[in-house]
């Protein structure tokens, strides 16, 4: 149940970041708003769920600044990455109606040709939606899951 509770908190806390700094930057004056803020909101959620688990079992007998170094490696990479995936998902979704039968030599090229621009783009314009307020509580979370004891 912890986790559960925290994966829709990240999630909520990552799609807020998402959602603060394109008001700040437009307005949120963009057609995508909807689906932006869902990729952010499960990219935050999935990494929680995945990644703290695992890294509370790694970094247990450790010195607290080595489980805040733990847990803020875990989710701001896994963070990234899993929104990432679901934006290239999201990618080759919509560009899957033009490319070649499930299982060929082209498909395989143009999936991974796709998902390498759509990963490439999120890099280039999402990972910017994490900033400022998605590092604040990067942060504030480390530090709060460093001082847990299991």
């Known amino acids: 149940m912890e986790v559960f509770v925290g994966a829709i908190g990240w999630g909520a806390a990552t799609a807020a970041s998402a959602l603060v700094t394109l008001y700040f930057r437009n307005g949120l004056l963009t057609s995508h708003i909807t689906a932006l803020t869902l990729i952010y909101f499960f990219g935050g959620a999935l990494a929680w769920s995945i990644l703290v688990p695992p890294t509370r079992r790694f970094a247990r007998q450790r010195p607290t600044s080595a489980r805040f170094a733990a847990f803020f490696l875990a989710l701001s990479i896994g963070t990234a990455a899993m929104t990432a995936f679901l934006f290239a998902m999201d990618y080759r979704w919509f560009y899957s109606r033009w490319h070649a039968p499930f299982g060929?030599?082209?498909?395989?090229?143009?999936?991974?040709?796709?998902?390498?621009?759509?990963?490439?783009?999120?890099?280039?314009?999402?990972?910017?939606?994490?900033l400022p307020l998605g590092l604040l509580c990067l942060i504030v979370v480390s530090a709060y899951l460093a001082r847990q004891r299991d």
């Open 104 to 130: 060929s030599l082209i498909w395989i090229f143009q999936f991974l040709f796709t998902g390498a621009s759509a990963v490439y783009q999120f890099a280039v314009l999402g990972l910017a939606l994490f």
